[in-house]
């Protein structure tokens, strides 16, 4: 009898963590059709936020799905470009805004919208699979009206990222990354004499300072934007210039990804032989030079390059595991990985997965990329784990993810460990948190 009440309980619980789900995502989206992260904190529409959210919706609203994978493309430039944050109105609560970025400067910038001149890792195309997958083929018409702004997207990259011809392509900003803050970046920081800025942030009057990335670090961040502005966003210009050029395993293991994605896609489409032609060579050489430049076997993971420096940035992040999700170790190298993430991120005293190595003296618990765990990350770690068969370290990456929620809420990213002196508090960044509550409603809707 006890047991069946707290089974009960249990189910009463999750069913309402559903709904709060769909709740948060309500409350953000948005009247031009896109849903922002969080309220105050990230007032405009973000590249790889809006695919996380897409798949959120898709469980229970495919318009809105439909609409925040619209909003996102209808943004793109004409070279194919799609930047990581689109100013779709005037918010003055985030700095820097679109009076800052200038995107204008680029000749090929959208004309409908302003933006950044940057981008975020490409995940639009394993999330349009995603979505085929939960609708089935009713969505069909929606991809194939959409999906070569997904492949002109990929062009670009190849087109202009890829400096070496080696199918891996760079990003020239740490917010190219999606882990903006991460302590990957401080070397780079240690070689760059920027200039002492004076601005107003407006992130650190909605958060925790403590949390946030530092007043300097923002003052790189800033000095490699004016770069860009000063060669008018053109990558062959940056490549030669920004003194932040990096090959990111995430970055390239999420195109990977997408390249399988979009070629699935057109091979159920049909009629588009070159494109999967032109797809299927990148991911030859971009997984062969993947494996051989971004390996580091003293540490057991995949770790970032810095091409200013012709060498290796020899640190463990979340990031490090990312090339699961897009298969791209053998099964002799995957298993390496899953040892290096039980032995450095794993452990009794500890949720999975950390951002950032916890056992180097950078880790930081609560600090934005530089240790928290994420949702999105664990999202494709575990199924990166699960597609190679480790299905109970996959069990517990889910396992985890949902008791921080359950615990803490829809919060922006949580603390790894279990016992602190805030655990009463484990969630920091912003509340209600749109891709938090996405990854809920899939990680829930999804049986494995």
């Known amino acids: 009898m006890a047991k069946a009440a707290n089974t009960y309980l249990v189910q009463q619980m999750k069913e309402q963590l559903m709904s709060k789900a769909k709740e948060v995502l309500e409350n953000n989206f948005q009247d031009g059709g896109f849903t922002i992260p969080s309220k105050g904190l990230y007032p405009f529409q973000w590249k790889w936020d809006s695919g996380f959210i897409a798949l959120g919706y898709v469980h229970y609203d495919l318009e809105k799905a439909k609409q925040e994978i619209e909003t996102l493309l209808d943004a793109q430039w004409e070279n194919g470009f799609i930047p990581h944050i689109i100013f779709h109105n005037d918010s003055d609560t985030y700095f820097p805004g679109p009076d800052f970025h200038e995107s204008h400067l680029h000749p090929q910038a959208s004309k409908k919208v302003r933006s950044t001149g940057m981008t975020q890792p490409p995940v639009t195309g394993f999330i ?138 057109y091979k159920r489409i049909g009629d588009s032989e070159d494109k999967i032609a032109f797809l299927e060579a990148k991911q030859l050489l971009g997984k062969e030079n993947f494996n051989k430049k971004l390996c580091n076997a003293e540490l057991g993971a995949y770790v970032h ?19 699961l999700f897009a298969g791209i170790p053998d099964t002799s190298r995957a298993k390496i990985l899953v040892n290096t993430m039980i032995e450095k991120f794993g452990g009794d005293g500890r949720y999975l997965c950390a951002s950032f190595d916890p056992s180097h003296e950078r880790f930081n618990p609560k600090k934005y990329w530089r240790g928290p765990v994420w949702i999105n990350m664990n999202w494709m770690i575990h199924h990166g784990l699960k597609s190679y068969g480790f299905d109970e370290l996959a069990k517990k990456v889910k396992h985890d993810s949902l008791e921080l929620i359950e615990q803490y809420g829809f919060y922006e990213y949580f603390d790894a460990r279990k016992a602190h002196p805030e655990v009463t508090h484990n969630g920091y960044g912003g509340n209600n948190f749109s891709w938090s509550a996405a990854l809920y409603i899939d990680f829930m809707t999804n049986a494995d």
């Not at 018409?141 to 891996?168: A, Q, T």
């Not at 995430?250 to 990977?256: R, T």
């Not at 810095?306 to 979340?318: A, G, T």
Request: glycine share 2%; proline share 6%; charged share 25%.
């Open 305 to 323: 390059y810095d091409l200013r420096k012709n060498e290796q940035i020899p640190f463990v992040c979340s990031s490090s595991f990312s090339p």
């Open 128 to 265: 349009l699979e995603r979505m085929l997958e939960i609708v089935g083929d009713e969505l069909l018409p929606f991809i194939k009206e959409h999906i070569d702004k997904v492949f002109e997207n990929h062009k670009y990259f190849y087109e202009n990222r890829d400096v070496n011809n080696e199918g891996l392509v760079y990003i020239y900003h740490n917010w190219e990354s999606g882990t903006d803050n991460s302590p990957m970046w401080d070397d780079i920081w240690a070689t760059m004499d920027s200039p002492e800025y004076e601005f107003e942030r407006r992130d650190t009057t909605h958060v925790d300072p403590a949390q946030r990335p530092s007043k300097r670090e923002y003052d790189h961040y800033l000095y490699i934007i004016n770069i860009a502005k000063e060669h008018h966003y053109q990558d062959a210009q940056i490549a030669q210039h920004s003194p932040f050029l990096v090959l990111d395993p995430l970055f390239n293991a999420m195109l990977i990804k997408s390249n399988d994605a979009l070629i699935n896609l």
